[in-house]
């Protein structure tokens, strides 16, 4: 996708604050931060949103989730919260999924 900001980021066109990579996934840190630690989960194939995935996507989605605990551990972190917006109505700005992980504030905030 020629315009979208996170297929740039995934091809090293601009540049972000990257924590981890493997085939299938980049991983960095979000720009506008919203807790101590926030960082987004990026499938590597440009997929819109939850909304335009499939049953084959199953597995992939699995292991967004599990990413996330998985990193969440590595960076010290006693709990996080997670987020995934889906279309402009579920108030989603980067129309490339992404998978929202952050936490680290002493004081929390329930929502
Ligand atoms: P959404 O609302 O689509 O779920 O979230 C998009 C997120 O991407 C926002 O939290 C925003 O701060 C972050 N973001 C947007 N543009 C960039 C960028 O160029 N670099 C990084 N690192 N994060 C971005
Ligand atoms: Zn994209």
């Known amino acids: 996708m020629n315009n979208c900001i ?20 980049l991983v960095f840190e979000d720009i506008k931060p919203i807790d101590k630690v926030h960082f987004l989960i990026v499938p590597k194939i440009h997929i819109k949103n939850l909304m ?11 292991k967004m989730l599990l990413l996330g605990a998985k990193l969440a551990n590595q960076l010290g972190l006693k709990g996080y919260r997670t987020m995934i917006n889906s279309g402009a109505e579920g108030g989603q700005e980067v129309f490339h999924m992404h998978f929202h992980v952050y936490g680290g504030s002493d004081t929390l905030i329930k929502i």
């Open 6 to 25: 996170f297929c740039k980021i995934i091809n090293k066109d601009i540049p972000a604050s990257i924590i981890y990579e493997d085939q299938e996934f």
């Open 52 to 62: 335009g995935c499939n049953d084959t996507d199953q597995i992939m989605l699995g």
